[in-house]
């Protein structure tokens, strides 16, 4: 089986842009969550994407978002970039949204000017 | 809110010696999962512990899951250059939202 992948790997985006990241989960997998990472920080959860419905949201502002279509494939957004948003952005896919574990992609490195 | 103290933060160690990192949870969790993340890399799942005072050994690695389903560790023996990396530990609350630690990162001293 094919595991997690993310496009695009690398992003250079200017201050006050707007970014729309990639997800593509393992086959079968119809969980989807977004994570933050930055150095040195731990995992920053973003939401979670179950059937096309947003099933959990961490605490970030509005300007985060986020979608998952039918075929599970997700993508999340981020309007007006600031500095702080350079991180790295993962994406994890499970079977399901309870009790199982987390598969997690490569990863995008989104880099704010 | 809820959340899942793991520590130490950081542990130094020598090629040989053991490594032990502890998670803490305000309140009980359905299971306890560990992942480790090798610098440059995304974290990898290592195992899931389900049942109160659940054991779980891959080789070198022992894995706890403690009487009241509030805490865990992840103890690694003898420890070689290909532990290194950051080790996480993440609970699935009542409400099935996973909640994180924060990672151990371990070190293997030159």
Partial sequence: ???????????????????????????????????????GQGLQFLFEYFSETQRNKGNFPGRFSGRQFSNSRSEMNVSTLELGDSALYLCASSLSSRAYEQYFGPGTRLTVT | GQQVMQIPQYQHVQEGEDFTTYCNSSTTLSNIQWYKQRPGGHPVFLIQLVKSGEVKKQKRLTF?????????????????????GTYFCAGHNSNYQLIWGAGTKLIIKP
């Fill in chain 1, 1 to 39: 089986k094919a595991g997690v992948t993310q496009t695009p790997r690398y992003l250079i985006k200017t201050r006050g842009q707007q970014v729309t990241l990639s997800c593509s989960p393992i086959s079968g997998h119809r969980s989807v969550s977004w994570y933050q990472q930055t150095p």
């Fill in chain 2, 64 to 84: 706890q899951f403690g009487e009241a389903k509030k805490n865990s560790s992840l103890h690694i023996t003898a420890t070689q250059t290909t532990d290194v």
